[in-house]
Nanobody
Framework: QVQLVESGGGLVQAGGSLRLSCAGSGSLFSIASMGWYRQAPGKQRELTARITNGGSTDYADSVKGRFTISRDNVKNTVYLQMDSLKPGDTGVYYC?????????????WGQGTQVTVSS
């Protein structure tokens, strides 16, 4: 099992910045990727950014150039630096970990952290 705990959400004005953190614990072997997903009110959860074990990154088009995902493998923590925030970035941000064990894919989720961007 993998446990994920997010922190760093809050209320910020448009144009501001926030940094989200996600600390992983438990059976962290064979983690293929970690990422952040956003769920806006009344909408489905969607990928914001993802980083693989090899360091490759992937971003939603709406956040390219504004958000940066990174990871600290020693601390088992993944970060999401969010700059130039817009009201459309508002939502609950969930940390995700993808683990591959013996040919089976497992997905783990944190409890989510609220990000609210005011105009």
């Amino acid at each position: 099992q993998v446990q994920l705990v997010e922190s760093g959400g809050g209320l910020v004005q448009a144009g501001g910045s926030l940094r989200l953190s996600c600390a992983g614990s438990g059976s962290l072997f064979s983690i293929a990727s970690m990422g952040w997903y956003r769920q806006a009110p009344g909408k489905q959860r969607e990928l914001t950014a993802r980083i693989t074990n090899g360091g490759s990154t992937d971003y939603a088009d709406s956040v390219k150039g504004r958000f940066t995902i990174s990871r600290d493998n020693v601390k088992n923590t993944v970060y999401l630096q969010m700059d130039s925030l817009k009201p459309g970035d508002t939502g609950v941000y969930y940390c995700n970990a993808e683990q591959l064990r013996f040919g089976t894919r497992y997905l783990y989720w944190g409890q989510g952290t609220q990000v609210t961007v005011s105009s």
